[in-house]
């Protein structure tokens, strides 16, 4: 019974010192391909998110079909700032998603910073797709 009370809080201990120090080092010599959801210092897109919208198309079929919202990508940035890797979360569909996604990987990101390192990160970016309907022809 006192092995057990002293385990318990060792482990608790590990658990959490293991998400406060982030990464586990790899001693295998491979690089390491995680990905922080968060740093303390996070990545933005060079230009700010205006810089984005404005690489955005908005696909005509989502025009015509009077398509508007947002969607979400999952972005993983790597230490340099490029993006490596995209996901949709949430999307709308009608080309709106490939052409979100299209314009989050031609954008370039200030990198993360962690305990003073570049680091790898994941963010979620939201692209707005809004029509603007005194311009829309019939």
């Given at each position: 019974m006192k092995k057990e009370i002293f385990i318990l809080p060792l482990m608790i201990i590990l658990l959490i010192s293991t998400n406060i120090f982030g990464q586990e080092k790899d001693t295998s010599g491979k690089s390491n391909d995680k990905y922080l959801m968060e740093a303390e210092v996070m990545p933005?897109?060079?230009?700010?998110m205006s810089?984005?919208?404005?690489?955005v198309i908005y696909p005509e079929i989502a025009k015509k079909a009077g398509v508007e919202g947002k969607v979400y990508i999952k972005t993983f940035i790597d230490e340099k700032g490029n993006v490596t890797?995209?996901?949709i979360l949430k999307g709308i569909g009608n080309g709106c998603d490939k052409a979100a996604i299209k314009a989050v990987k031609e954008t370039k990101f200030t990198p993360a910073k962690q305990?003073?390192?570049?680091?790898k990160?994941?963010?979620v970016v939201p692209i707005m797709f809004k029509l603007n309907k005194s311009k829309i022809k019939n």
């Open positions: 933005e897109p060079i230009g700010g810089a984005i919208q404005k690489k890797k995209t996901e305990r003073g390192k570049l680091v990160v994941q963010v």
